[in-house]
């Protein structure tokens, strides 16, 4: 499976919607938070997806979005949140504790707008870096095997 991981549009609905257009071909998409709004007015392009919406710190108005998501990807099981209630913007340990907890080995957060990838004791911890700057991820996996990569739209 290929899944769009996007974080923190903050209503840069054009940029949103070049990422969303250039990796159309991807199965899944996960918004990580700052921008769920921005999303309705894209629902075009995911419609017929698997989509999974965390809710951010500046998503006020979304009652309805979940703090964190623990699902499957192929057999490669990830924790996802925004990442303000893991104190992510000191150190990813709460990040790291909360989803190898889950049984995770994989966790995705947005907040800090800064992409990331690193790794703790067989849990990956990985940030798309913010769409307002131009950064997204993409997750790849078949199996319980799974790649990550930072990209980036001009």
């Not at 609905?13 to 899944?28: F, Q």
């Not at 990550?148 to 739209?153: K, P, S, V, Y």
Request: net charge negative.
């Amino acid at each position: 499976m290929k899944i769009l991981i996007i974080s923190d549009t903050h209503g840069f609905s054009s940029l949103l919607e070049a990422v969303l257009k250039k990796e159309r071909g991807c199965d899944a998409v996960i918004h990580l938070g700052d921008g769920g709004a921005d999303m309705f007015a894209m629902r075009e392009y995911i419609n017929t997806k698997p989509f999974y919406q965390i809710k951010g710190n500046c998503d006020m108005q979304c009652y309805d979005f979940t703090l964190r998501v623990i699902s499957f990807f192929d057999s490669v099981k990830f924790f996802a949140c925004h990442g303000h209630t893991h104190n992510v913007k000191t150190d990813r340990l709460a990040l790291y504790y909360a989803a190898k907890s889950e049984g995770c080995s994989l966790a995705l957060y947005g907040h800090t707008h800064i992409p990331l990838t690193e790794e703790y004791d067989g849990v990956t911890v990985f940030n798309p870096g913010s769409i307002s700057n131009g950064s997204y991820g993409i997750l790849e996996t078949e199996g319980k095997s799974f790649s990550l990569r930072h990209c980036r739209i001009v």
